[in-house]
């Protein structure tokens, strides 16, 4: 299994070609074979979408104008996917394909939908045949899509069923497989395991992250309750090698790290090396 890590992660310190070179560099050296990029990230995009982001505690930078085709290639590290939107894919999906194979990829990654009904079943619905339409236009051009959950695939419809499985049920495998991200799944108190199994072979990618208390030894809580976040790998409270091994079974070709914040010293970068021992000692 490769280990990769998403480019969200490093948007606030890949702003520019030096920056951005200097740490994918690190990236490499840390030990991983590769990085997701996001279609967003690596073209310009206007202020409001990056403030939204900044919002939603995903802040991606303004590395939209560098060469990541030769950043990519001189740190020496794999591109395991294109993360993407729906609609792009609806609009041309060649072009889509085009620029995932430009990087050497064969997943384009669908992350989400925005402004959508997520509480209802018709909606869900007919998400799954969008993504069917989607898959197979794609897999025409010799690229595979992808779906990546958050946690709002955990919405329970009327008849008891999850949004997810609804997607995992309509969806075709021959057109639609996903990266399970299991930290959001874990995050809105789904059994993880489970969907893994669930899953199978269709489980392609594995987006993976801890989640715990960073607490400061010198200044003791104020209340019997902390928030928790997410944590470096191996050092949070989740049963990172009990899906570790599942992700094996199912033959994952990758993980892949993402945290948006609670970085070690404020650093993803620190934050990156830290996870890959974890991951070296586990793969």
Not at 234 to 255: D, H
Request: glycine share 8%.
């Amino acid at each position: 299994m490769k280990t990769g890590i998403q480019q969200f992660m490093l948007g606030s310190v890949m702003n520019t070609q030096a920056q951005a070179r200097e740490t994918l560099a690190a990236v490499k050296a840390a030990g991983y074979d590769g990085i997701e990029l996001c279609a967003f990230m690596i073209h310009p995009t206007g202020l409001l979408v990056r403030l939204l982001t900044r919002a939603a505690g995903m802040p991606t930078g303004s590395g939209g104008k560098l060469d990541w085709h030769s950043l990519v290639k001189e740190a020496g590290l794999e591109v395991l996917s294109l993360h993407t939107d729906l609609g792009s894919v609806e609009r041309d999906a060649a072009a889509v394909a085009a620029e995932a194979q430009s990087f050497g990829t064969q997943y384009a990654v669908i992350t989400g939908m925005y402004r959508f009904a997520y509480a209802d079943p018709a909606a869900w619905h007919d998400l799954a045949k969008r993504l069917n339409q989607a898959g197979a236009a794609l897999a025409k051009q010799g690229v595979q899509l992808l779906y990546h959950n958050h946690n709002c695939e955990l919405q329970r419809m009327p008849d008891g069923r999850l949004a997810y499985d609804i997607l995992l049920a309509e969806t075709d495998p021959a057109a639609v497989n996903f990266e399970l991200d299991t930290y959001w799944f874990a995050e809105g108190g789904a059994d993880v395991a489970a969907v893994m199994r669930a899953l199978g072979p269709r489980m392609k990618l594995w987006h993976v992250n801890d989640r715990g208390a960073r607490l400061d030894p010198q200044k003791p809580a104020m209340t019997p309750i902390v928030k928790t976040d997410s944590m470096e790998l191996g050092a949070g409270s989740l049963p990172l090698e009990t899906w570790l091994a599942l992700a094996k079974q199912n033959g994952v070709e990758a993980a892949v790290l993402e945290s948006h914040r609670n970085w070690v010293n404020g650093s993803p970068v620190q934050c990156a090396q830290a996870s890959a021992r974890w991951l070296h000692e586990h793969l």
